[in-house]
């Protein structure tokens, strides 16, 4: 007998961090991969739509009922998987809140995931946005990922390679939306065998102004979490999802006429031959920082960060969204693509 608790008619605002009010029909805590099996076999699981949540921290609802089960990945636990004096790998349960992980490595003098500090949600979830900040990414010390099929029931391990992780992306995005991740496996550095990543300035910054000369993973990640805390609205005290769009890219040729046509637009190299341009520049050139419209804004100090002023729906932040969207794609022809997961 299953001992899974369908929970009903849960509102789902103190599961997103828009705080944005949606009424699900159903919420099912997943706390082991036998929980897994047990929803799989359920005959009421099978002719429901479903989500699979960790943080909500990449999630918008975009409206006011979901007519399916969420289920909430729940499945705790870092494990030593194996050690040697260079390095170790865990394997780390996909409900893991990420931060706790950072500290965790921090506390046992791990380095990798430093520069990784102070970002939200779940370890499940990273590696289906391949999270990434200040030069690295998950994808740097992703061994494999052990994922659910929730079509099939198949639980199986999925090499780093198998992931297809790329810039904000992965196969998890596409191909293989109907899975749950159960748990990551990383491989982190011992500290003292490890090359601090410290190559943005307003990181070089602040740990220069904290007089710290010789950086180590517990400073880096300290500098890293006061420019966040500057930068990014704490979801507690004004709802967000951090960055809600990617930064564009243009091939060469485009480059050279975007550079033409707007001589101060940062341009950066980016992979394959293409140029990264910063969204948040595109977006504050159009006029749209510090914008509110309604209960709904652009953040003041980040232009990336789309706010929840209070009570907002997330029809109105989806609104927002594609009122910035179209606006930059009319003045500078640039077409943004959300990295928030819009569920309609």
Not at 88 to 110: F, K, P
Not at 312 to 337: C, H, M, P
Request: overall charge neutral.
């Amino acid at each position: 007998m299953s001992l899974l608790c369908w929970e009903e008619d849960v509102n789902l605002r103190q599961y997103n961090t828009f705080n944005v009010d949606s009424i699900a029909r159903y919420l099912v805590r997943i706390r082991s991969t036998n929980d897994l099996k047990d929803l799989l076999a359920s005959p009421q699981f099978r002719d429901l739509r479903y989500l699979v949540i960790g943080g909500g921290s990449n999630i918008l609802f975009a409206e006011a009922t979901f007519d399916g089960v969420i289920l909430k990945n729940e499945i705790y636990g870092i494990e030593v998987v194996s050690e040697s004096e260079n390095n170790a790998v865990l394997r780390v349960g996909g409900g893991v809140e990420w931060m706790s992980l950072v500290t965790y490595c921090i506390d046992h003098d791990l380095s990798g995931l430093e520069n990784l500090s102070l970002i939200p949600g779940t370890v499940g979830a990273a590696p289906i946005q391949n999270i990434g900040a200040y030069g690295a990414e998950i994808s740097d010390v992703t061994l494999s990922v052990e994922v659910c099929n929730l079509e099939t029931g198949e639980i199986r391990t999925m090499s780093k390679d198998e992931c297809a992780l790329k810039y904000r992306d992965s196969i998890f995005k596409h191909a293989l939306k109907n899975v749950f991740i159960s748990s990551v496996t990383i491989r982190v550095s011992k500290a003292q065998f490890h090359c601090l990543n410290t190559q943005y300035s307003s990181v070089q910054d602040v740990l220069q102004q904290q007089g710290v000369t010789t950086p180590t993973i517990r400073s880096v990640s300290g500098a890293i979490c006061l420019l966040r805390r500057r930068k990014l609205p704490d979801p507690k005290i004004l709802g967000n999802a951090g960055s809600f769009f990617k930064n564009a890219t243009c091939d060469a040729s485009l480059c050279k006429t975007t550079m033409k046509a707007h001589p101060k637009i940062p341009l950066f190299p980016g992979p394959d031959g293409f140029y990264i341009i910063p969204a948040a520049w595109l977006i504050e050139d159009c006029g749209w920082k510090g914008r509110q419209i309604g209960k709904a804004g652009v953040s003041a100090t980040h232009a990336l960060v789309l706010v929840n002023y209070g009570g907002a729906q997330g029809r109105e932040i989806l609104l927002l969204a594609d009122s910035i969207i179209k606006d930059v794609q009319t003045k500078l022809g640039f077409q943004l693509i959300p990295e928030v997961n819009i569920i309609r």
